[in-house]
Structure formats: structure tokens, C-alpha cells
């Protein structure tokens, strides 16, 4: 199966059956974004835990089918992971769609969240992949100065 299909397939059945969505009320930060752009919007919902580790971590909102399917593939990625782990995903998935030149090789802790370097070729649309990283990436800094 080549990218592009396995793209279409991940991406859709993350925005199907979108994982860890939902409300979480106790949470320890709600974090909103928006990308007006498109019309995104969601919200991070994080719960930290010793070391200020993330523990479970949910979101709410509307997007399109690439922002919902970054936002569910990121949500199973990084909760109950230390902090450092989502840190340094952050960093790999925005150097695969930023960077100059196109990676030659992808980083493997990425996962399924490869798929989405076909998304490097419309700069519209990585600012719906990366969203949801960029409301975790303000969760993990209010934590960070609580
Ligand atoms: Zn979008």
C-alpha cells in the first residue's frame, strides 16, 4: 500500500472513530485552539501526573478531517507518557512537515502519524495537522509554570 492510500485510510478512520474524544471535566488544563483559516477548533483536555507526566489526555471540538485525525493520533501517542516523549514527538512531526527539504527517512516513534508527511505539500493544510500539538505544547508550558 502506497502513502497516499494509507493515508486516506488512517486519516479517515481516525475521523470516523476518533480516539480519546470527549469532555473531561476534572481535568487539570483545558487548552483551546483555533485555526481560522480552516475553521478548526478543539480543546485539550490534560491530566498530569507525578513529575508532571502526562496522565490521560482527551479533546473536544470540530475540525476538519486532517485536524480531528492528527488530534485523535496524538491523544494515543502521548497519554500516560512522560512529558520528554511528547516533547520530542512534537519536534519530530513538525520537522517532517516544515523542514526544508523532505525528510529521507522517517522517524519511527512517529508511527501511524507518518502518513501525514504527504500533508507537507499544502502549507494551508499543516497548520491543521499540527493544532492539536500546538494547544498540547501550551498545556505542557502552563503546567510547566504552575
Ligand atoms: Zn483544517
Not at 490534560?46 to 502526562?54: C, M, S
Amino acid at each position: 500500500m502506497d502513502l497516499d492510500e494509507l493515508y486516506k485510510e488512517v486519516v479517515l478512520d481516525h475521523c470516523r472513530r476518533p480516539r480519546n474524544f470527549g469532555e473531561m471535566p476534572d481535568a487539570d488544563v483545558h487548552v483551546h485552539g483555533d485555526n481560522p483559516s480552516c475553521g478548526d477548533e478543539i480543546t485539550l483536555h490534560v491530566k498530569f501526573g507525578a513529575n508532571r507526566d502526562l496522565g490521560e489526555v482527551m479533546f473536544t471540538g470540530n475540525g476538519c478531517s486532517l485536524c480531528m485525525a492528527s488530534a485523535s493520533m496524538m491523544t494515543q501517542k502521548i497519554k500516560n507518557k512522560p512529558r520528554a516523549n511528547a516533547e520530542s514527538l512534537w519536534t519530530s512531526l513538525h520537522d517532517m512537515l516544515t523542514a526544508r527539504e523532505e525528510p529521507k527517512e522517517l522517524d519511527d516513534k512517529l508511527g501511524d502519524l507518518q502518513v501525514l508527511i504527504g500533508v507537507r505539500k499544502f502549507p494551508m493544510r499543516v497548520k491543521c495537522a499540527t493544532l492539536p500539538w500546538q494547544a498540547l505544547k501550551q498545556a505542557l508550558e502552563e503546567k510547566n509554570s504552575a
